[in-house]
T-cell receptor, first 117, second 109 residues
Framework: GAGVSQSPSNKVTEKGKDVELRCDPI?????LYWYRQSLGQGLEFLIY????????KSGLPSDRFSAERTGGSVSTLTIQRTQQEDSAVYLC???????????????FGPGTRLTVL | RKEVEQDPGPFNVPEGATVAFNCTYS??????FFWYRQDCRKEPKLLMS???SGNEDGRFTAQLNRASQYISLLIRDSKLSDSATYLC??????????FGTGTRLLVSP
């Protein structure tokens, strides 16, 4: 079946511009996660959605970052007034409904490579 | 101190060798543990979950030591296709996965 898809695959933008990154999770997966990975670094958790609500936004680095999810499916991550330090690969993952505090297996999309000039 | 720590490597081994990676985690309340594999410029993919009793999947064996807060991955009979970065991943609770920075493995002919 189809996996997690993300668009665009690459985005080059100028400092100060806003960008929108899109994630389409695996059909039926109610949990959705955003991470970012900077060059040579590990994955950094940004935000988690269960359905359309975000119980954990603790990883968002600043108020320039926001995310929403509609219809329990597609999610968009918006970065306003981009800075050069926002350059990274933004990865989305989805999983079946977690239960009992345990995380079900997360399946990752191919990522969006963001470059801020 | 990082929540999940791994030796970044690289580990350079010949085909057929056995290689082991270690990982330590700081949160004693961590609930579940995984090894993910990430190829260059690709997304991470689940390699295996790690259970308290230890588990094996073909050439791969994972071990967990809760007392020492230590996880290991053993790869036997290394293949060229095993070359990748191996990420130690810990669920600290409430659907939050914390990823190590990864250990790079290079298997040569």
């Amino acid at each position: 079946g189809a996996g997690v898809s993300q668009s665009p695959s690459n985005k080059v933008t100028e400092k100060g511009k806003d960008v929108e990154l899109r994630c389409d999770p695996i059909s039926g997966h109610t949990a959705l996660y955003w991470y970012r990975q900077s060059l040579g670094q590990g994955l950094e958790f940004l935000i988690y959605f269960q359905g359309n609500s975000a119980p954990d936004k603790s990883g968002l680095p600043s108020d320039r970052f926001s995310a929403e999810r509609t219809g329990g499916s597609v999610s968009t991550l918006t970065i306003q007034r981009t800075q050069q330090e926002d350059s990274a690969v933004y990865l989305c993952a989805s999983s079946l409904a977690p239960s009992g505090g345990r995380t079900d297996t997360q399946y990752f999309g191919p990522g969006t490579r963001l470059t801020v000039l | 101190r990082k929540e999940v720590e791994q030796d970044p490597g690289p580990f350079n081994v010949p085909e057929g060798a056995t290689v082991a990676f270690n990982c330590t985690y700081s949160n004693s309340a961590s609930q579940s543990f995984f090894w993910y594999r990430q190829d260059c410029r690709k997304e991470p993919k689940l390699l295996m979950s790690v259970y308290s009793s230890g588990n094996e999947d073909g050439r791969f064996t994972a071990q967990l030591n809760r007392a020492s807060q230590y996880i290991s991955l053993l790869i036997r009979d290394s293949k060229l296709s095993d070359s990748a970065t191996y990420l130690c991943v810990v669920n600290t609770g409430f659907q939050k996965l914390v990823f190590g920075t990864g250990t790079r493995l290079l298997v040569s002919p």
